[in-house]
Antibody
Framework: QVTLRESGPALVKPTQTLTLTCTFS??????????VSWIRQPPGKALEWLAL???????YYSTSLKTRLTISKDTSKNQVVLTMTNMDPVDTATYYC???????????WGQGTTVTVSS | QSALTQPASVSGSPGQSITISCTGT?????????VSWYQQHPGKAPKLMIY???NRPSGVSNRFSGSKSGNTASLTISGLQAEDEADYYC?????????FGGGTKLTVL
């Protein structure tokens, strides 16, 4: 059974750096074709794709946010970490991680973690 | 890259069929057969309903179907049921990136 779970701070201050961890089980990120992605959803708004890391450690980022995002993986711990710098109140959202295939479809999602940016 | 265009809302009565459109460009929807559809109930994580334009994951009802013509993809739900009331999002692969639609709220009358 494939599961993913997001963890990180519920509250960050403006200008701070957000670090989120996705801990997964049921698959290995060292297996060819496996990828993990991060997606966010501001309250009442649409989903927004953020970043992806694949089994070969290739990384892909949202064009609009690429200067602020870094994605990395620790295969031995079954974890993927996303950092987002210079947080702003508009970054307040629920952040999800998901297993994603090379065609872009995400078949299993975590429950999401809510991050509020406020001083 | 702009988000894919979806109608803000659609509605239908139980038993009816509805279709949700997702319009992009030749660089995303029209350029790849990599369109996905997700269902999201309030307070829940999205659930994959259709992938690669028209494929259904195991466990998804065959009342859900997907298609594509040119730069527009569509999700059709037949035999509407109360539990289908949710938000629906399309997504498309595009040149090492992913785009989502703005979402469509489905109301079952």
């Amino acid at each position: 059974q494939v599961t993913l779970r997001e963890s990180g701070p519920a509250l960050v201050k403006p200008t701070q750096t957000l670090t989120l961890t996705c801990t997964f089980s049921g698959f290995s990120l060292s297996t060819s074709g496996m990828c993990v992605s991060w997606i966010r959803q501001p309250p009442g708004k649409a989903l927004e794709w953020l970043a992806l890391i694949d089994w070969d450690d290739d990384k892909y980022y949202s064009t609009s946010l690429k200067t602020r995002l870094t994605i990395s993986k620790d295969t031995s711990k079954n974890q993927v970490v996303l950092t987002m710098t210079n947080m702003d109140p508009v970054d307040t959202a629920t952040y999800y991680c998901a297993r994603i295939f090379v065609s872009g479809h995400m078949d299993v999602w975590g429950q999401g973690t809510t991050v509020t940016v406020s001083s | 890259q702009s988000a894919l265009t979806q109608p803000a809302s659609v509605s239908g009565s139980p038993g009816q069929s509805i279709t949700i459109s997702c319009t992009g460009t030749s660089s995303d929807v029209g350029g790849y057969n990599y369109v996905s559809w997700y269902q999201q109930h309030p307070g829940k994580a999205p659930k994959l309903m259709i992938y690669d334009v028209s494929n259904r994951p195991s466990g998804v009802s065959n009342r859900f179907s997907g298609s594509k013509s040119g730069n527009t993809a569509s999700l059709t739900i037949s035999g509407l049921q109360a539990e289908d009331e949710a938000d629906y999002y399309c997504s498309s692969y595009t040149s090492s990136s992913l785009l989502f639609g703005g979402g469509t709220k489905l109301t079952v009358l």
